[in-house]
Nanobody
């Protein structure tokens, strides 16, 4: 079974930065797509950023210019560099991944809190 483990969350002041990391285990095959979602209290889970087929990137409009997604293609890992953080970025951030035609896999999430 593929497992995803996130790390790097924490408490940061507005304008600060955090870097989230996600590592997959349980497979020797390369995952096709990897990305990040987030869910704030009382809100639905939303896409933050993703790398599709190891090349194309998608970003939520709310994070463009502030967040950068990257992937080490030789490994099933993905990172999210978050700069200029705002209180509205506060949420649980989840790593997501899948193979070409397989189901989605999810991490357990890491808490990001942006507060003065």
């Amino acid at each position: 079974q593929v497992q995803l483990v996130e790390s790097g969350g924490g408490l940061v002041q507005p304008g600060g930065s955090l870097r989230l990391s996600c590592a997959a285990s349980g497979t020797s095959f390369r995952l096709s797509d990897m990305g990040w979602y987030r869910q704030a209290p009382g809100k639905q889970r939303e896409l933050v950023a993703a790398i599709i087929r190891g090349d194309s990137t998608n970003y939520a409009d709310s994070v463009k210019g502030r967040f950068t997604i990257s992937r080490e293609n030789a490994k099933n890992t993905v990172a999210l560099q978050m700069n200029s953080l705002k209180p509205e970025d506060t949420a649980v951030y989840y790593c997501n991944a899948r193979f070409w035609s397989g189901p989605d896999y999810w991490g357990q999430g890491t808490q990001v809190t942006v507060s003065a």
